[in-house]
C-alpha cells in the first residue's frame, strides 16, 4: 500500500477514536446518572441527585438545567451516527471519494466539538449549583468512572 494511503487510514481511525471515546463519555455520563446507590442503601438504584443528596430547591434546578442537556446530547448523537455511518460507507465504497470522506470527517469532528463544549457546560451549570461537598463528591465520581474506561474502538481491537 502507498504511504499515503496508510497516513489516510489512520487519519481516519483517530476520527473514529475520537468519536467512539465521545460516545464511552456519553454513556458513562448517563451511567452516572443513575448510578446505583452506595452499598447499604437497602439495594434499590440512587439517581445521581440522590448520591448527592440535593435539596430540594437543587434537584428542581438540576433537573431543568438536566432537561435540554438530554435533548441536544441526543440530538447531537444523531447527527454524529449519520455522518459515521457515511464516513464509513465511503471509506469502504469501490471509489472512495476523499473530498466526500475529509467533508465527513470535518462535520464530525465539528460535532463532536459542539457536543464537548455541551458537556463542559452542563458540568458547570451543575457545578454552581451544588455546594463544596457535593462538588467534591461529583468530581471524585467522574473521576472513578474515567479512571480506567477503555474506548470502544481499543476493545474492538484487543487480542482476547
Do not use: C
Not at 487510514?9 to 475520537?18: P, V
Not at 430547591?57 to 438540576?62: I, L, V
Request: proline share 3%; no cysteine; aromatic share 6%.
Amino acid at each position: 500500500m502507498k504511504r499515503s494511503t496508510w497516513i489516510w487510514i489512520l487519519a481516519a481511525s483517530l476520527s473514529l477514536n475520537l468519536g467512539f471515546a465521545a460516545t464511552v463519555a456519553y454513556k458513562q455520563l448517563q451511567q452516572l446518572r443513575s448510578a446505583p446507590a452506595a452499598p447499604g442503601a437497602q439495594g434499590r438504584p440512587a439517581s445521581l441527585p440522590d448520591q448527592l443528596q440535593l435539596s430540594a430547591g437543587q434537584r428542581s434546578r438540576w433537573q431543568q438545567a438536566e432537561h435540554g442537556f438530554v435533548i441536544d446530547l441526543a440530538a447531537n448523537w444523531r447527527d454524529i451516527r449519520q455522518h459515521r455511518e457515511a464516513l464509513i460507507r465511503q471509506i469502504f465504497s469501490a471509489q472512495p471519494e476523499r473530498a466526500k470522506i475529509d467533508a465527513e470527517q470535518t462535520r464530525i469532528a465539528q460535532l463532536q466539538d459542539a457536543q464537548q463544549r455541551r458537556v463542559i457546560a452542563q458540568l458547570l451549570e451543575e457545578r454552581d449549583l451544588l455546594d463544596q461537598r457535593q462538588r467534591a463528591a461529583l468530581m471524585a465520581l467522574l473521576l472513578a468512572r474515567y479512571a480506567n474506561e477503555a474506548t470502544e474502538e481499543e476493545l474492538l481491537h484487543r487480542d482476547r
